[in-house]
Structure formats: C-alpha cells, structure tokens
C-alpha cells in the first residue's frame, strides 16, 4: 500500500486519484503505525513551509529512517531540503542536502505557474518513458538550491532551477507529476511500479 502523508497541507485527493488512476493502491492517513508499514510513502504539500514542517514533526523521524520509495511533491519536495528561507530561515528534513529560496523578483511572475519544460540530468525508474523537454505543470514561488549530484531535473524560468531530485529512496518534484498529464502519470505508474504495489 503507498501511503499519503496526511499532515493538514492541501492536495491530498488529486494525488490519491492519479494513483489509484495508473493501478496503484493508495491510502491517506496520519496514523504513524499506517505510515511504518508503507510500501511507499507520498508527501505531498501546497503551501507555506515552517507550518508544514512544524506539523510534520510527529512522522519525521518515520520519514527519514523509511527503507521505501518517498516521493515529495512541491512542498512535499522542498521539505526534504536541510534548510529554507521561506518566512525566515527554518529547518526541514535534511534528507537531501539543500536550501529552499525565493525566486528573484525579476525572473517575471511570481508565483511561477503553469506548464513548463524539464531538462533531464541523469537517468532515474520514475523518470522511464519521460522524454526529456516534456511540459508539467508548476505552482511555486520557492525553489531548491542542492549539489549537483542530487539534480534529477532542471526548469528555465529567468533562470535555471532544480525541477526534481533524488537522493537514495527519496525523489522530489517540484512540479505536480498529479496534474501534468500524460508524462505526470507515467511518473506516478513508475512510483507504483518501485512500490510494488
């Protein structure tokens, strides 16, 4: 079963569709022993990120020692980072090395919404079948600065960044792979598919 994380931040039945959707067994719950036994763990999120972060205290150990597939999703994913300036500078999960940061003011429109390429850096399971340059749809005003090495994706928005990473079990995405069409849902079949389930 693929659990979604349920820690009172928006977005929870788009991504429980999508799966369901592409085959996959998907449940929502904030029940800590639901999550322990997780084939696959979804954190998914929209919104602001120390209100996030102070809600998702009471499973971050959960999430950080999981030994399954965690896929986060725009807030989802800049919650891996160590680090965000989002309202201040305020601690995330450290999973994968990095800081969360405004876009400058003069990249144009902020929040940067809508349907936007990705440039694809290393080959990753849930990217199978994803052609590089694909169109998925953003809804975000911060993005995650991290190393190179943990750079699955990058987008071009007045200027480059960081669309989606990884770091051994966890994938983030700062894009909504839910509401990107086609190629989002192979992204999800490809995170059922890891998940076994």
Same mark, same amino acid.
């Given at each position: ?6 820690? $009172? ?8 569709? *999508? ?11 904030? #029940?800590? +022993? ?37 896929? +986060?999703?725009?807030? $989802? ?28 003011? #003069? ?24 052609? #590089? $340059? ?29 669309? *989606?990473?990884?770091? #051994?079990?966890?994938? $983030? ?25």
């Amino acid at each position: 079963m693929i659990t979604i994380v349920d820690y $009172g931040v928006g977005n929870l039945r788009s991504i429980h569709k *999508a799966i369901e959707f592409v085959g996959g067994n998907a449940v929502v719950t904030s #029940d800590a +022993g639901v999550i322990e036994e997780a084939d696959a763990i979804v954190l998914p999120g929209v919104g602001a990120f120390k209100p996030a972060m102070d809600r998702l205290k009471s499973f971050e150990k959960l999430i950080k020692d999981a030994n399954v597939p965690v896929m +986060g999703i725009c807030l $989802g994913m800049q919650l891996f980072a160590t680090e965000s300036e989002e309202g201040g500078l305020y601690e995330g999960l450290d999973v994968i090395p990095g800081r969360v940061v405004k876009f400058p003011a #003069d990249v144009g429109k902020i929040p940067h919404m809508g349907w936007n390429q990705i440039k694809i850096h290393v080959e990753h399971p849930l990217l199978e079948g994803v052609k #590089d $340059g694909s169109y998925v749809y953003f809804v975000h005003s911060y993005h995650m600065k991290t190393d190179s090495e943990h750079v699955l994706s990058t987008t071009d928005y007045g200027i480059e960044f960081v669309s *989606a990473v990884f770091r #051994d079990n966890f994938v $983030g995405f700062q894009f909504h792979p839910e509401k990107s069409g086609r190629e989002g849902l192979k992204i999800i079949k490809n995170f059922v598919k890891l998940a076994g389930k």
